[in-house]
């Protein structure tokens, strides 16, 4: 990690088994191991939306680009990263379709058509599904051409439902990014250059990695009427007056894997948090003697602990040593090693090895079923807090440009100054620093100061890093 960061990153996610390259530039495979780790986040994440009344839906990868093209501020800030459709078969297409890289246009169309009247509304949606960004610099999971995600759209009769429902959303991402993988994060409002394109404001989530750089952990946009205006979706009130819909739309995608990633592995590999781990315990059975008994044994214990919904695996392969194994389950991230020999199994024990801390201990396998919950719930309060302790000692203040420059040649993190609420400031901190405006922090620092730019009294703080 000290020597090249960027390498050891790569080395992981390929060591790991989490994915590989595609064929074509800047895709990515992602294998059985990495894609297990989606399907727990995709269904923490897809429970949590259905408990708020979201419902799944699915629109079409392939979009007009008149639809597009209606919304100029969406369609402007997509240009570069769009890929287009020309041909269908051996024949020129009338019209060139985008391959979607957001779905706003092509969902907003058809709410057009589902939403009449006010008893209609909300409209709660959300697509889990695969976008296409044409990436120029990409690095696997944190950016790539293709990815997977979910991306929630609504419909509200009123500005201020559109607004409550953003920011429940916003909180819906920050209680699993944080309950689930451990992480972080600073929740806020972008500012004006950093919003999404076609947003009233957006919301985010930021998390900081171990090298001290920013990620957006999931964002949440307030779209007003810019859309439903465009696309004229209308509906009558209760007096029977037409009125256009207020719109909401939030995303989190495969990135975060990539944030799980950075956010707590080492020299020694990757580590995950139990409740996203594919494999929450490893057994390993030492077969020297007794080895039928010796691996009876461990998969009994695989039993007891499946029927307490974990998720166990026994690697009794006889080809492999017990210490390939070990490596290799660290490597892993599995959060917690159970071995197990012959003298275990006499003196009625099994050895418990951490992922998180590296501790050995011996415990009694009278107490298994105990011992093990309560061990994983452990593991996540203590990775969590790890990684919350690292944030809040690299979170510095900075007054002025020439401070921000020496914090960050000393230390990368993330830089809370205050600002004057001029977006010519914020580009000119980002020409000197590297550093961008991640958001405007819902915890504000109390009093004011002088704007990091240009010195004009201020009251409001923002949180700055270098970012992915």
């Avoid at 790569?10 to 989490?18: E, H, N, P, Y």
């Avoid at 007891?304 to 490596?327: A, C, H, Y």
């Avoid at 550093?435 to 409001?460: H, L, M, V, Y």
Wanted: net charge negative.
């Amino acid at each position: 990690m000290e020597e090249d960061y960027s390498r050891w990153y790569l080395d992981i996610v390929k060591k790991a088994d989490l994915m590989d390259y595609g064929p074509v530039k800047g895709t990515m495979i992602i294998k059985p191991y990495g894609y297990a780790i989606w399907e727990n986040i995709q269904k923490d994440l897809d429970r949590r939306f259905k408990e708020t009344g979201h419902e799944n839906a699915y629109f079409p990868l392939l979009i007009p680009e008149s639809y597009l093209q209606k919304e100029m501020n969406h369609v402007e800030g997509f240009a570069p990263e769009v890929a287009w459709v020309t041909q269908g078969g051996n024949e020129q297409l009338e019209e060139r379709l985008v391959v979607r890289p957001t779905s706003e246009t092509i969902i907003c169309s058809m709410m057009s058509q589902w939403i009449q009247s006010y008893r209609d509304l909300p409209m709660k949606l959300n697509q889990w599904a695969n976008v296409m960004r044409w990436e120029k610099s990409t690095k696997p999971f944190l950016r790539t051409s293709e990815f997977l995600w979910q991306e929630g759209h609504t419909a509200h009769a009123t500005f201020e439902e559109a607004e409550e429902e953003a920011l429940t959303m916003l909180d819906v991402y920050k209680s699993f990014v944080e309950e689930v993988l451990a992480m972080p994060v600073i929740k806020g409002r972008k500012t004006e250059n950093e919003k999404f394109a076609g947003a009233v404001h957006t919301y985010s989530i930021e998390a900081l990695m171990s090298d001290g750089k920013a990620l957006q952990a999931g964002t949440s946009h307030h779209l007003g009427q810019n859309f439903s205006k465009v696309f004229e979706i209308q509906y009558s009130d209760k007096d029977n007056k037409l009125q256009y819909v207020h719109q909401t739309s939030w995303g989190v995608s495969t990135r975060l894997i990539g944030g799980l990633i950075m956010t707590h592995s080492d020299d020694r590999g990757l580590a995950l948090p139990p409740k996203v781990a594919p494999i929450q315990v490893v057994i390993i059975p030492i077969l020297r003697k007794d080895k039928e008994e010796v691996k009876n044994k461990a998969h009994q214990i695989k039993d007891q602990l499946s029927q307490l919904g974990i998720r166990v695996k026994v690697d009794d392969r006889e080809e492999m040593t017990p210490g390939w194994k070990f490596n290799e389950y660290e490597m892993r991230g599995v959060p917690i090693r159970i071995e197990l020999g012959p003298k275990d199994i006499e003196k009625e024990q099994f050895v418990l090895a951490r992922r998180d801390t590296g501790e050995k201990e011996f415990l009694s396998l009278a107490d298994l079923t105990k011992i093990i919950p309560a061990k994983l719930d452990e593991i996540q309060q203590n990775m969590f807090n790890k990684a919350e302790q690292f944030l809040k000692t690299h979170t510095f203040e900075a007054n002025s440009i020439d401070e921000m420059k020496e914090q960050l040649l000393k230390e990368k993190g993330f830089i809370k100054s205050w600002w004057c609420g001029d977006i010519t400031c914020l580009d000119k901190v980002k020409e000197e620093t590297g550093a961008t405006a991640r958001n405007i922090p819902f915890d504000q620092r109390e009093g004011q100061g002088k704007c990091i730019c240009c010195g004009k009294e201020s009251t409001t703080t923002v949180i700055f890093a270098r970012a992915y």
